[in-house]
C-alpha cells in the first residue's frame, strides 16, 4: 500500500507560480511511476505530468515549457513547479503513482489539493 499526501495548492493571479509537493508512504525507488493529474469541473481526469524510476518524463503538451516535476528521493518526495499559470490550469490536482507487479500494476491516489487560477 503506498500512501500519498499532497501539499501546495492555493489561490494564485494569472501568470503567478506555485509549487505542488507530494509525499510518498514508501521509498520512490519501490515506485515505478510518479506524477500528477488534474481534474477541472465538468472535465475528465488527465495527465500533466510523470516521471518514471529512471527519471523519464511525460508532459501534456498544454503545460510543456510551463510545469516542471522533479523528485527529492531523499524524503520520497515529488514535486511540482508550475509557473506561468493561466486560468484554464485551475483544477484539483492529484497525485499518482504507479508500483508493478506481477499481476500487471496497482494506481494509487493522493486527496488531491485544489489549484485556483484567477485575477
Known amino acids: 500500500q503506498v500512501q500519498l499526501v499532497e501539499s501546495g495548492g492555493g489561490l494564485v493571479q494569472p501568470g503567478g507560480s506555485l509549487r505542488l509537493s507530494c509525499a510518498a508512504s514508501v521509498s520512490i525507488f519501490t515506485v515505478n511511476t510518479m506524477g500528477w493529474y488534474r481534474q477541472a469541473p465538468g472535465k475528465q481526469r488527465e495527465l500533466v505530468a510523470v516521471?518514471?524510476?529512471?527519471?523519464?518524463?511525460n508532459y501534456a503538451d498544454s503545460v510543456k515549457g510551463r510545469f516542471t516535476i522533479s523528485r527529492e528521493d531523499a524524503n520520497n518526495t515529488v514535486f511540482l513547479q508550475m509557473n506561468n499559470l493561466k486560468a484554464e490550469d485551475t483544477a484539483v490536482y492529484y497525485c499518482?503513482?504507479?508500483?508493478?507487479?506481477?499481476?500487471?500494476?496497482?494506481?494509487?491516489w493522493g486527496q488531491g489539493t485544489q489549484v485556483t487560477v484567477s485575477s
Open positions: 499518482y503513482a504507479r508500483r508493478l507487479t506481477m499481476a500487471g500494476g496497482v494506481n494509487y
Open positions: 516521471m518514471t524510476s529512471v527519471r523519464s518524463t
